[in-house]
């Protein structure tokens, strides 16, 4: 069975996690100084499977890897647990031409919330 952390190989949500019914995700987007800056919400129609965009205008190559969200994920379908939150910092940098001079110093806060299918034997 293919994974869907391995980006060549891309499934839709319902294949990939077919225990889940649906899925919230809570992305609030946090400034170098803890400052929310934007909340963004996804669920099982709209999952970012490509990763999610870093929005500090100076930032490049930034955001969340498209690995990120489905760790979670599979970490909470291991569990009985319905909720797991965690902290991630921007992979994206600060660059004068091509030369990276600072990390972007954004992060995001992650809430995913699970509701598993119900066995109706």
């Avoid at 991630?88 to 509701?115: D, H, M, P």
Wanted: one cysteine or more; aromatic letters at 10%.
């Amino acid at each position: 069975m293919a994974d869907y952390l391995f980006p060549r190989d891309r499934r839709s949500f319902q294949d990939t996690f077919p225990e889940l019914e649906n899925i919230i995700i809570d992305i609030e987007y946090l400034r170098s100084g803890g400052q929310t800056e934007k909340n963004v919400n996804f669920t099982k129609e709209t999952f970012p499977g490509h990763g999610v965009s870093c929005i500090n205008p100076v930032c490049k190559n930034g955001g969340l890897s498209e690995f990120t969200l489905p760790r979670l994920i599979k970490k909470l379908i291991a569990t009985s647990d319905s909720e797991i939150t965690a902290h991630e910092f921007c992979r994206g940098g600060l660059y004068r031409g091509k030369t990276r001079y600072n990390a972007c110093g954004w992060s995001y806060k992650i809430k995913v919330t699970i509701q598993r299918k119900h066995n109706q034997d």
